[in-house]
């Protein structure tokens, strides 16, 4: 339950004010389809977050329990420094025109996860706890809780969040877990 919920409020509170969260507002002014475009990040961030967590799992296979401790620490801790950076949209959907809603989403959504801070994040919080499915889960639900509103409520919410806040909350987050692995390391928890 524990891997579960982390992962809902890591994810979640990283999204806010995302490039997936504004790709998502682009999508619903396009497209006026809310409910292709939640099935469409649902399906597209499943498919990716399922990968992270699998390359999460396999990569604390390989590292003996110490070394993993030590990695992960440092691996939430930069994460907590890349929170406090701002995202942009790069991604234009006119090279989609041709595709329908939830092809269209699914397809943007999965490219603009690669490499994404939530899906590094669900990369470490599986290699973490060692829970594939609960993770994948809780990242994609911590996804959904970000992203659905945005398409349904557009840019107008998004303005009205204290973004910055969100960020170093997310950041503070990351940064305890860690400081608690790092901890771990070193025998002191």
């Given at each position: 339950?524990?891997?579960?919920?982390?992962?809902?409020?890591?994810?979640?509170?990283?999204?806010?004010?995302?490039?997936?969260?504004?790709?998502?507002?682009?999508?619903?002014?396009?497209?006026?389809?809310?409910?292709?475009?939640?099935?469409?990040?649902?399906?597209?961030?499943?498919a990716n977050h399922a990968l992270a967590g699998?390359?999460?799992?396999?990569?604390?296979?390989?590292?003996?329990?110490?070394?993993?401790?030590?990695?992960?620490?440092?691996?939430?801790?930069?994460?907590?420094?890349?929170?406090?950076?701002?995202?942009?949209?790069?991604?234009?959907?006119?090279?989609?025109?041709?595709?329908?809603?939830?092809?269209?989403?699914?397809v943007m959504f999965f490219?603009?996860?690669?490499?994404?801070?939530?899906?590094?994040?669900?990369?470490?919080?599986?290699?973490?706890?060692?829970?594939?499915?609960?993770?994948?889960?809780?990242?994609?639900?911590?996804?959904?809780?970000?992203?659905?509103?945005?398409?349904?409520?557009?840019?107008?919410?998004?303005?009205?969040?204290?973004?910055?806040?969100?960020?170093?909350?997310?950041?503070?987050?990351?940064?305890?877990?860690?400081?608690?692995?790092?901890?771990?390391?070193?025998?002191?928890?």
């Amino acid at each position: 339950m524990n891997a579960f919920l982390v992962s809902v409020g890591v994810v979640a509170l990283g999204e806010i004010g995302d490039k997936t969260q504004l790709l998502a507002m682009v999508l619903a002014a396009r497209y006026h389809r809310p409910g292709l475009i939640c099935l469409g990040i649902l399906l597209a961030t499943l498919a990716n977050h399922a990968l992270a967590g699998a390359v999460g799992v396999l990569v604390a296979g390989f590292l003996d329990p110490v070394t993993l401790k030590w990695v992960l620490g440092v691996s939430f801790l930069l994460m907590a420094v890349w929170l406090l950076v701002p995202d942009k949209l790069d991604e234009n959907p006119r090279p989609l025109r041709n595709m329908g809603v939830l092809t269209a989403t699914i397809v943007m959504f999965f490219l603009a996860e690669i490499g994404d801070k939530t899906q590094v994040a669900t990369v470490a919080l599986a290699a973490r706890f060692d829970d594939l499915l609960a993770v994948v889960a809780g990242s994609t639900i911590g996804m959904l809780l970000a992203n659905v509103p945005a398409v349904y409520l557009g840019a107008r919410a998004a303005d009205r969040l204290p973004v910055k806040w969100v960020h170093a909350g997310a950041a503070a987050l990351f940064a305890l877990i860690g400081a608690g692995s790092l901890a771990s390391a070193l025998g002191w928890l």
